[in-house]
C-alpha cells in the first residue's frame, strides 16, 4: 500500500499541512505514521478531507462533522441534521438575495439621497436588526460591548 506523506495530501487537496495537524488534533483525520519527521497518511484520507470540506461549506463546525463519522471511520449521517442545515441555507438564500435586491436597488435609485430612498431605508433597518445576533457579534464578526447589567 502506498502512503502519502503530509506535503502531497496537502497539495492534492489543497488544505494546508497546518490544518491537516489540526484536523488530526480534533480526531477527524488519523496518519498511520511517519516518513522522518513527516506524516503519513492513506489515499482514503483524499476522501474524508472532500467530505470534511463539503460540511465546512454547508456551515457545519468541526465538532459537528467529528460526529458524522463512526469510530471506525464509517460516515453517519442524521437525516435530520442534514434537514435542519438545509433550512438554515435556505434562510440564509433568502436574507442575502434581499440584501443584493436592495443594493441593486440603490445602485440606480433616483432618489437625491439614499437616505431619501424608502427602499435604501428599508434595507438600512433591516440590516440594524440583524446585525447583532445573541453573541454580540455584527454580521461582520467583530465582538460588540454588551451593556452591564446592574444589580
Known amino acids: 500500500m502506498k502512503f502519502l506523506d503530509i506535503a502531497e495530501v496537502s497539495a492534492r487537496a489543497g488544505v494546508p499541512a497546518s490544518a491537516l495537524r489540526f484536523y488530526e488534533e480534533k480526531g477527524l483525520i488519523a496518519s498511520v505514521g511517519r516518513r522522518g519527521l513527516r506524516r503519513l497518511f492513506t489515499a482514503d484520507v483524499l476522501g474524508r478531507l472532500s467530505l470534511i470540506a463539503l460540511g465546512r461549506l454547508a456551515g457545519f463546525s468541526l465538532e459537528e462533522?467529528?460526529?458524522?463519522?463512526?469510530?471506525?471511520?464509517?460516515?453517519?449521517?442524521?437525516?435530520?441534521?442534514?434537514?435542519?442545515?438545509?433550512?438554515?441555507?435556505?434562510?440564509?438564500?433568502?436574507?442575502?438575495?434581499?440584501?443584493?435586491?436592495?443594493?441593486?436597488?440603490?445602485?440606480?435609485?433616483?432618489?437625491?439621497?439614499?437616505?431619501?430612498?424608502?427602499?435604501?431605508?428599508?434595507?438600512?433597518?433591516?440590516?440594524?436588526?440583524?446585525?447583532?445576533?445573541?453573541?454580540?457579534?455584527?454580521?461582520?464578526?467583530?465582538?460588540?460591548?454588551?451593556?452591564?447589567?446592574?444589580?
Open 65 to 151: 462533522i467529528a460526529a458524522m463519522f463512526s469510530p471506525d471511520g464509517r460516515l453517519r449521517l442524521k437525516r435530520e441534521k442534514l434537514a435542519g442545515k438545509a433550512d438554515d441555507l435556505d434562510r440564509t438564500i433568502r436574507r442575502l438575495t434581499a440584501m443584493r435586491d436592495g443594493l441593486r436597488h440603490a445602485a440606480v435609485c433616483k432618489a437625491p439621497s439614499h437616505l431619501e430612498c424608502p427602499t435604501f431605508r428599508r434595507l438600512v433597518r433591516a440590516a440594524g436588526r440583524r446585525g447583532r445576533s445573541q453573541s454580540g457579534r455584527t454580521i461582520a464578526g467583530e465582538k460588540t460591548a454588551r451593556p452591564r447589567q446592574r444589580g
